[in-house]
């Protein structure tokens, strides 16, 4: 499977007329990263590569190749090919899902946990620390040479998927193939300084808010604080300033699950980090949310104080069966038996 797939997809790719690449919605940088290194390379080769997202670019990766390119808005006319990234069901796709479901052929490319299996060719590898990982097997199945401008938008996607090489889901691979892309030109360096050590002063305002008004659990494992409209107009802070508030409540000593509600016109939507045995997906999967093991989300209808009240009862149920060891399958495990996976 590891070879295979990506030889599938790539034959795919290279023989389309033309191709379109769908984010998932609220893209981070993998999503983002992988999809244009992905469209960068069909491009070398011929094959007219576009690249949709649904709710923008975040401004940290505005300074990708391709970024200013990617289209906000679904193309009428349809796709011969269409590759749906990171979207564990299609319809996380957002306003892109309709045009994925109009394409003769449909891959889904995915390296979270929960993936609902649709298209007809899935390469899904909960093995990958990020889907640019699996991207670069792709890549490297079409023969396009990495230059400078593929390897950054692929160091872009490993870096921010393990939190600059510091999450668990690090492998030895991961840390060969980011010294294989700065060999190519990548710059580790310039996607730190663009993620994590600049700040606008709006979204500093609204960090020091959220973190005034964090709240923890009687036992000091459970972590929560919530964003509202009031805030964001307050701090003169933007969408994607909510970035790495979260991150910043599982720091505490103790924290073992971490939250973040944010009211917003399509309901509350709740940002989760765990450590120590504690699955954020699948607090997230309750709600019909997804994510990784670490680091999860979903967003609810209904009031704030009902979701956080549903919410932190769900992790309360989580912690409890993370305090019974239960067994737990490894990436590998899940991947072998359903990553090689077709459905029409």
């Not at 295979?4 to 998932?24: E, F, G, M, Y």
């Not at 990766?61 to 200013?68: C, I, M, V």
């Not at 045009?99 to 007809?120: C, E, K, M, P, V």
Request: glycine share 10%; proline share 5%.
């Amino acid at each position: 499977m590891a070879t295979t797939l990506p030889r599938q997809i790539a034959t795919t790719l290279r023989t389309s007329p033309n191709a379109l690449i769908a984010c998932h919605v609220s893209p981070d940088g993998d999503c983002i990263g992988a999809s244009l290194a992905l469209a960068l390379a069909l491009n070398r080769l011929g094959v007219p590569a576009v690249v949709g997202s649904a709710d923008g670019v975040p401004e940290m990766f505005t300074d990708l190749p391709g970024a200013a390119e990617i289209m906000t808005v679904p193309p009428v006319e349809a796709f011969t090919t269409a590759v749906a990234m990171e979207c564990s069901t299609i319809d996380r796709a957002g306003a892109f899902a309709e045009a994925l479901q109009r394409a003769r052929t449909l891959i889904n490319i995915d390296h979270h946990l929960s993936n609902a299996g649709y298209g007809h060719l899935v390469y899904w590898d909960t093995s990958a620390s990020a889907v640019g990982e699996q991207i670069t097997e792709i890549i490297r199945a079409l023969g396009t040479p990495v230059d400078a401008a593929i390897a950054q938008c692929l160091l872009a996607a490993l870096v921010t998927d393990t939190g600059a090489f510091r999450y668990p889901n690090v492998t030895p691979h991961t840390l060969r193939l980011a010294a294989e892309l700065v060999e190519a030109g990548g710059s580790i360096h310039r996607v730190v300084e663009r993620v994590y050590e600049t700040r606008s002063p709006g979204s500093l305002k609204l960090l020091g808010m959220a973190l005034a008004s964090v709240r923890l659990s009687a036992d000091g494992r459970v972590a929560w604080t919530v964003v509202t409209p009031e805030m964001m107009a307050a701090a003169g802070a933007l969408p994607e300033d909510t970035t790495g508030i979260v991150g910043m409540l599982r720091a505490m000593r103790g924290v073992k699950v971490a939250l973040m509600f944010e009211v917003t016109p399509d309901g509350i939507r709740a940002s989760i980090r765990s450590r120590d045995g504690a699955r954020s997906n699948v607090i997230a999967e309750t709600f019909g949310g997804g994510g990784h093991q670490g680091a999860a989300g979903f967003t609810l209808p209904g009031t704030l104080d009902d979701v956080v009240m549903k919410a932190l009862a769900v992790v309360d149920k989580e912690l409890h069966e993370a305090d019974g060891a239960r067994p737990r399958t490894t990436g590998n495990e899940v991947t072998r038996k359903r990553g090689n996976r077709k459905t029409r």
